[in-house]
């Protein structure tokens, strides 16, 4: 196969793979598959994650969203094109003592094809694949700053490898990012170069190097139950074409039901228009594991669907094991009733209740105990997908004098965390009768974690069910 033919199959499958590589002209740049967004839910909502970057999918879109993370998390995701056209991604992230690190595999593979030569004579099969394996680290600082109290930094680096037939290219690339968190709550500033760093690639002639990006990025979560809101929306500067803007938008209800919708003006094989949805599975069956798809059209090769799978583990930051412990039982102390908040306290302690801040929040249930309208808020929490929220829910419950706050206590009893099993048992103080008692009887039966045997232990001794 000659020079001329590989060189107009490998532009071709990239062009038609990521609708992107048009924009830079055939031979200006090299590993243009790096352009194709990466992951369900980032791609549904259009690629705009520089400013809302979190969890694995932070070592690709900006590596400061690493600073974010409080669990070890995993992700996959995967798109088949068209003729054996796909693309698949892999990462995981582990929070460290300061910051955490991320590791990311992105894999575009073309299936074997047939070839033929200038004559239109069959000449065997061609197959090619573009890979670029991610090494990132993030983390959060804060300034003492009263209008940006936290920034985030990080950056990444990347291997690169192209094969196309008997030929193959490698090469490196380097990224860095910066996250502003104003004192607004919510908003979020993000600013990220792709490939401020890169190597040349010698592919066939003289080679190429990925091709530079500059992108900046703002975003804005609304939390509020049942429905929460983030907008994100980016304006990417690449070298080899013109800057565009990339947006998206998703809806979730009660933290499990994801509906999003994004826009991306990149390219001129695709629409720009893409959706998707996201669904967190009950922790009961299947822990912290959410299920995310998207959906994009193209006006010539039909449609392009998106799967994805991510998982969060068990939080491994925060206090030592014996804070931990400690923790649930100084749930059962005898406090204070607190005093009914004033409409506007409300609303911002809800503010607080929803926000990134575990401390915070923590502080906002035990303000709020007292109210009977918090008692909606402190359900809908025990019933979402993410252990803080959960965890946050229980404090706030073990505080209040609600006659309707030990049903919803003997609910959490069954929480798949078993910090919160024990944090909830204490919380009962007492309260709940003969029904906490046959709950508390029922569960400790099968109970493997001593921590919470004993807390259910303590609890029906309270209860006068021993």
């Not at 690493?66 to 088949?80: F, H, I, K, R």
């Not at 209800?253 to 390219?267: E, I, M, N, V």
């Not at 583990?313 to 908040?341: D, I, K, L, N, Y």
Request: aromatic share 8%; charged share 15%; proline share 6%.
């Amino acid at each position: 196969m000659s020079i001329t033919m590989r060189g107009l199959l490998l532009t071709a499958a990239c062009a038609l793979a990521a609708g992107s590589s048009a924009a830079a002209g055939p031979g200006t740049t090299a590993a243009n598959f790096l352009k194709i967004p990466v992951g369900a839910r980032e791609t549904a909502l259009g690629g705009a994650m520089t400013a809302a970057a979190a969890g694995p999918g932070a070592v690709f879109y900006n590596p400061a969203g690493l600073g974010s993370l409080t669990a070890p998390e995993v992700s996959y995701s995967y798109n088949n094109y068209f003729s054996g056209l796909s693309q698949q991604w892999l990462a995981a992230a582990y929070p460290l003592k300061y910051g955490a690190l991320g590791l990311g595999l992105n894999y575009f593979n073309v299936k074997a094809f047939p070839a033929y030569d200038g004559a239109g004579a069959g000449i065997g099969s061609v197959s090619a694949y573009d890979a670029a394996a991610y090494l990132g680290y993030g983390a959060g600082l804060r300034t003492g700053l009263g209008f940006l109290p936290d920034i985030r930094l990080g950056a990444a680096v990347k291997y690169i490898r192209s094969r196309l037939d008997d030929a193959s290219a490698s090469g490196y690339g380097a990224d860095a990012g910066l996250v502003l968190l104003p004192a607004l709550r919510g908003l979020s500033l993000g600013l990220g170069v792709e490939n401020l760093l890169g190597s040349r690639m010698e592919y066939i002639d003289a080679g190429a190097r990925p091709a530079r990006k500059v992108k900046a990025g703002a975003a804005y979560l609304l939390r509020r139950l049942p429905i929460s809101a983030l907008l994100t929306a980016d304006f990417n500067f690449p070298e080899d074409g013109g800057s565009y803007l990339s947006a998206g938008i998703e809806n979730t209800l009660y933290g499990a039901l994801a509906l999003r919708a994004g826009y991306t003006a990149f390219g001129d094989v695709s629409n720009g228009l893409s959706f998707g949805l996201g669904l967190a599975l009950p922790r009961r069956y299947a822990g912290d594991m959410t299920l995310d798809y998207s959906y994009g059209s193209t006006y010539d090769l039909g449609n392009v669907h998106k799967f994805g799978l991510s998982y969060r583990f068990a939080r491994v930051s925060g206090p030592a094991p014996a804070q931990a412990e400690a923790a649930p039982a100084a749930a059962s102390a005898p406090a204070p009733v607190p005093e009914p908040a004033e409409p506007r306290d409300f609303n911002l302690s809800l503010e607080a209740l929803y926000g990134p801040d575990p401390a915070a929040a923590m502080a906002a249930a035990e303000a709020i105990a007292g109210e009977p309208r918090a008692l909606e808020h402190f359900s809908a929490l025990l019933s979402s997908g993410k252990t803080e929220w959960r965890r946050t829910a229980v404090a706030g419950l073990a505080r209040s004098r609600d006659p309707r706050a030990p049903a919803e206590l003997i609910k959490a009893l069954g929480d798949p965390e078993p910090e919160v099993r024990a944090a909830a048992a204490l919380a009962l103080d007492g309260r709940g009768g003969a029904a906490a008692a046959e709950r508390l009887q029922e569960l400790l039966r099968s109970e493997e974690s001593e921590t919470v045997k004993n807390a259910f232990m303590e609890a029906l001794g309270k209860a006068g069910g021993l």
